[in-house]
T-cell receptor, first 114, second 113 residues
Framework: NAGVTQTPKFRILKIGQSMTLQCTQD?????MYWYRQDPGMGLKLIYY???????DKGEVPNGYNVSRSTTEDFPLRLELAAPSQTSVYFC?????????????FGSGTQLSVL | GEDVEQSLFLSVREGDSSVINCTYT??????LYWYKQEPGAGLQLLTY?????DMKQDQRLTVLLNKKDKHLSLRIADTQTGDSAIYFC?????????????FGRGTQLTVWP
């Protein structure tokens, strides 16, 4: 009963380093999302995908890249880490999209950039 | 873009009712949601309401929607310590942002024994 799985759970990066946050779901959902959650703030959408091979920018895409080569996986890439990217990152998926968006979330990746 | 506002903190005693409030800006929102986030975990869908409804009840949860005032509330009856969490209100985007959820900042509910 895995649902949405994110790895790693915690990571510390130095400024300028790069890394990939992994996200996989086993529910055969077409829609996948990456959000970031800053302290005391709501979730902000970074990127989303409506299906394999299709990705689009959300509200705060700068400094990130994504790919969607399979239905299951939706990795998020940080190329040149900056302190402003210190946040908790959540991956989510949905089987519907459109008018009734029930999202299933992973447990998050806490990233610190020092 | 869409804007969702919530108060940040709420404290109640165990056994009392909790009411968490939310205001939103997009009057054409079709669905509005309440998500719950427990410490160290991702968000879980708690309940949702369709915009043609005024009220939805699900066991201890009651959702009220006032479309005229663009106000959504979540009432938790007989609040328990296990209800302590952050509760997020969310609305779904319209037009070019259809399918995206816009979240409020979350209300931290603390339940005292």
């Amino acid at each position: 009963n895995a649902g949405v799985t994110q790895t790693p759970k915690f990571r510390i990066l130095k400024i300028g380093q790069s890394m990939t946050l992994q996200c996989t779901q086993d529910m055969n959902h077409n829609y996948m999302y990456w959000y970031r959650q800053d302290p005391g703030m709501g979730l902000k959408l970074i990127y989303y995908s409506v299906g394999a091979g299709i990705t689009d920018k959300g509200e705060v895409p700068n400094g990130y890249n994504v790919s969607r080569s399979t239905t299951e996986d939706f990795p998020l890439r940080l190329e040149l880490a900056a302190p402003s990217q210190t946040s908790v990152y959540f991956c989510a998926s949905s089987d519907r999209g459109g008018t009734n968006e029930k999202l299933f979330f992973g447990s998050g990746t806490q990233l610190s950039v020092l | 873009g869409e804007d969702v506002e919530q108060s940040l903190f709420l404290s109640v005693r165990e056994g009392d009712s909790s009411v968490i409030n939310c205001t939103y800006t997009d009057s054409s929102s079709t669905y509005l949601y309440w998500y719950k986030q427990e410490p160290g975990a991702g968000l879980q869908l708690l309940t949702y309401i369709f915009s043609n409804m005024d009220m939805k009840q699900d066991q201890r949860l009651t959702v009220l929607l006032n479309k005229k005032d663009k106000h959504l509330s979540l009432r938790i009856a007989d609040t328990q310590t296990g209800d302590s969490a952050i509760y997020f209100c969310a609305e779904i985007g319209r037009g070019s942002t259809l399918g995206r959820l816009y979240f409020g900042r979350g209300t931290q509910l603390t339940v005292w024994p």
